[in-house]
C-alpha cells in the first residue's frame, strides 16, 4: 500500500485520492493531504518492476521477502509469496508496483482539485514535445485554495504553471497577507474541468458559479501559427470525439477565425470518405460557431445554418419513402432518387419525374400535410438563391453567397423539388405557395429549370464555370415574376461567447438573460437579426409565433434558435422531425428555457 497509508501523519483532516483515466485504464494517482493549516500532496505512477532474485533462508519470514521492511517509496499488488525455480540468465519476473514520482508539503489549505480530462501520452518524449511548443492541454492539475486563488500545477512534476485569483485577485503581497489573517474568503468548494482543459468552472462558499479561462500555453507569448495550431488540434478531437468545443471559443480572437476555419476544412478533405460523412454535419456546425465571433464571416454564418436546416430536412423526408416490397435487395428510395438526379440533367422537373417509381413516394395525405411548413421553406430557399444571383457578384458577400458555388447542396435541392413535385399531384396543398403575377405560371418548372442550369455549371467540383448571361437575364426577372419572400437568416444572437472576446468580467444572473446593451460584439449582427418587437418564427418547424409569443419556448445558447417547447402538431412525421432537437440545437447547441412574452 502507499507509503501516506502505511504511516499516516499524526494529525490531518481529510485525505482525498483522484484517479486520472488515462488510454482506458487507471495507471496513476494523486493523493491529496490536508492539515488544518496546510496541505501535501504526492504523486504515484503504476509501473513494471522486475523482481530481486534472492536466497530464501529459513529464518525470513514471507513479510520480508515483499520488501516490507525496506525504505523503498513504493509498494506492489498482491506480489506472489513463492515463485517457480528458473534458471541462471532467464528474464526476472515482472510485478506491478505503485511508485512515487512526485511529492510537496508545502502548499496552503487546498479547498478543491480539478483533474484534466484530456487524453494525453505522459512518454518522456511527448513531454518534451509539449514543453517546447508551450502546449499544455491536460498536463495541468487545478488546485483551489482557501484564500481564493487557484493554481494550475504540473500533474507529474507539481510545478506551479500558472496563478489566478478569480474576481478577487489581491493587488499585491501584502493585499494576499492581510486576506490571509483577516479570516476565511471567498473561495471554491467544487470546481471541474472542460473537456479540453481550457477552462475551469467553480462554486464557491457563496454558491456562486464562477468560470475561468486556461491558456492553453499557460500565460506564454506564442506567435500566431503556433496559437492556430493549438487550437486547430484541440477542434479536431472534439470534432472526431463529439465533446462540445465551447471552452475553445473562449480563445478564439476575430483574426483567427478565416484561417481556422480554411485549416479545418484542410484537415477535413484529408479524411476518407467514410469518415467525412460521419462528420459532414459536426464540421459545418463548428465552422459556424467560429464564423459568428468575427464580423467579416458573419454572412458564412448564414449560410451554414441553412445548410444544416436543408440536411436535416433532405434526410427527414428521405426517411419516409417506402418501396413497395419490403426486404427488396435494390437500392432504398432515397438513394434511388439521388442517383436518377444526378444521371439525368433534364431542365424539366416532368422528365425527371417519370423515370421515378412513384409508387414508393406515396404517403398520408395528413403526414404530407404536416410537412407543408418545411416544403415551403424549401421553395422560399430555391426562389431567394435564383433571385439573388445577380446581385452576389457585386457589393459585400451576402447570405447564400456559397450555395451559389455549391454542388452538392443544389443537388440536393433539386432533389428535393422532384419529391415535393411528385407529392403535389397526391395532396395539392402541401405544395409550396407562390405569389406570382401571372395564375397560368408553373412556378415549381420555371424555378426547376433555373435551378438545374445553375447546378450544371458546378456539378464538377474540379472545373465549375460561371452562370452564363442568359441565366443570369432569368435570374433577373424573378421579381417581376414572383414575389420574393424573406429569409430570417440568422435569429437574434444571444450568445455569451461573443460578448467574452474582450477579455472582461462578465456577470451574470440565473434566470435572467444577458443585457444587450453595451456590448458592442453584439452590434455587428444586427444587420441579420430581428429588431425587437418584430414577428417571430419557430426557426425549426417555420411556424409564426407573433412579436409577442404566448407559447412557452427554448432558445440554442450558442446560435439564439428559438423553438416552442411543446408540439403544436401531433403527426408521426412531425414527432419525428421533433425528436432531432430535444437534446441539442441544430447547431449543436443546448437550450435554455426562455421568459414568457420575450420580445
Known amino acids: 500500500m502507499p507509503a501516506f497509508l502505511r504511516n499516516p501523519l499524526p494529525v490531518f483532516s481529510g485525505i482525498f485520492v483522484f484517479f486520472p483515466q488515462r488510454r482506458s485504464r487507471f495507471d496513476s494517482v494523486f493523493c491529496v493531504i490536508l492539515h488544518p493549516c496546510s496541505a501535501c500532496i504526492d504523486v504515484y505512477r503504476l509501473q513494471n518492476v522486475a523482481l530481486k532474485i534472492i536466497s530464501v533462508p529459513s529464518s525470513r519470514s514471507p513479510g520480508e521477502l515483499n520488501g516490507e521492511g525496506g525504505g523503498d517509496r513504493f509498494f506492489s499488488i498482491n506480489p506472489p509469496l513463492f515463485f517457480p525455480p528458473f534458471e541462471v540468465g532467464d528474464k526476472p519476473p515482472m510485478i506491478l508496483k505503485w511508485r512515487i514520482l512526485s511529492a510537496t508539503n508545502d502548499l496552503d489549505r487546498v479547498s478543491a482539485v480539478a483533474l484534466p480530462k484530456l487524453p494525453i501520452s505522459l512518454t518522456n518524449t511527448d513531454l518534451k514535445v509539449a514543453s517546447d511548443t508551450k502546449f499544455f492541454p ?8 482557501h484564500d481564493g486563488s487557484v493554481h494550475i500545477i504540473h500533474r507529474l512534476t507539481l510545478q506551479t504553471m500558472a496563478v489566478s485569483y478569480g474576481s478577487q485577485r489581491p493587488v499585491d503581497e501584502q493585499a494576499i497577507k492581510r486576506q490571509r489573517t483577516a479570516g476565511p474568503s471567498v473561495h471554491f468548494k ?6 479540453t482543459s481550457l477552462a475551469l468552472v467553480g462554486i464557491d462558499s457563496h454558491g456562486k458559479l464562477s468560470m475561468l479561462r486556461i491558456s492553453p500555453s499557460m500565460g506564454h507569448v506564442l506567435d500566431m501559427n503556433m496559437s492556430l495550431r493549438h487550437l486547430l488540434f484541440l477542434l479536431e478531437y472534439c470534432m472526431v470525439t463529439g465533446y462540445d468545443w465551447w471552452d475553445i471559443l473562449l480563445h478564439v480572437q476575430p483574426g483567427m477565425v478565416q484561417n481556422l476555419v ?21 464540421i459545418i456546425a463548428m465552422k459556424a460557431s467560429l464564423c459568428k465571433l468575427s464580423s467579416a464571416t458573419v454572412a458564412r454564418v448564414c449560410d451554414y445554418h441553412a445548410k444544416l436546416f436543408l440536411i436535416a430536412i433532405s434526410c427527414t423526408l428521405k426517411s419516409l419513402l417506402r418501396p413497395p416490397v419490403l426486404n427488396t435487395p435494390d437500392k432504398s428510395p432515397g438513394d434511388r432518387l439521388t442517383e436518377i438526379c444526378s444521371k439525368i440533367t433534364d431542365v424539366d422537373i416532368d422528365k425527371v419525374m417519370i423515370n421515378l417509381k412513384t409508387e414508393e413516394f406515396v404517403l398520408e395525405m395528413t403526414t404530407l400535410q404536416s410537412l407543408q411548413q418545411l416544403i415551403q421553406w424549401v421553395g422560399d430557399f430555391v426562389l431567394y438563391l435564383l433571385a439573388s444571383l445577380p446581385n452576389q457578384g457585386s457589393g459585400p458577400v451576402r447570405p447564400g453567397h456559397s450555395f451559389l458555388r455549391d454542388g452538392a447542396s443544389l443537388s440536393m435541392l433539386r432533389e428535393l423539388m422532384v419529391m415535393i413535385r411528385i407529392w403535389g399531384l397526391l395532396k395539392p396543398s402541401c405544395l409550396p405557395i407562390y405569389t406570382a403575377t401571372s395564375d397560368t405560371q408553373d412556378s415549381m418548372s420555371l424555378l426547376f429549370r433555373l435551378l438545374t442550369k445553375l447546378w450544371l455549371c458546378c456539378r464538377d467540383e474540379n472545373h465549375p464555370s460561371e452562370p452564363d448571361d442568359a441565366l443570369i437575364d432569368e435570374c433577373c426577372l424573378l421579381p417581376s415574376q414572383l414575389l420574393i419572400p424573406s429569409i430570417g437568416w440568422l435569429p437574434a444572437n444571444d450568445s455569451i461567447i461573443s460578448k467574452l472576446q474582450n477579455k472582461q468580467p462578465l456577470r451574470l444572473q440565473f434566470g ?3 443585457g444587450l446593451v453595451g456590448h458592442s460584439a453584439l452590434l455587428q449582427f444586427d444587420a441579420f437579426a430581428r429588431a425587437p418587437g418584430q414577428p417571430k418564427i419557430d426557426h425549426l418547424r417555420r411556424l409564426h409565433l407573433g412579436a ?7 432558445s440554442c445558447t450558442r446560435c439564439g434558435c428559438v423553438t416552442m417547447l411543446k408540439s403544436p402538431n401531433k403527426a408521426t412525421a412531425v414527432k419525428q422531425w421533433e425528436q432531432r432537437w430535444i437534446k441539442n440545437c441544430l447547431c449543436g447547441g443546448l437550450w435554455r428555457k426562455m421568459p414568457p412574452n420575450y420580445s
Not at 480554411?262 to 459536426?282: D, F, G, I
Open 138 to 145: 491536460g498536463l495541468g492539475l487545478a488546485l483551489a485554495f
Open 190 to 195: 467544487a470546481v471541474q474541468m472542460s473537456w
Open 262 to 282: 480554411e485549416k479545418l476544412h484542410e484537415e477535413y478533405m484529408r479524411q476518407n470518405a467514410a469518415l467525412q460523412q460521419v462528420l459532414s454535419t459536426r
Open 512 to 514: 435572467k438573460p444577458p
Open 548 to 554: 409577442y409569443p404566448t407559447e412557452e419556448c427554448k
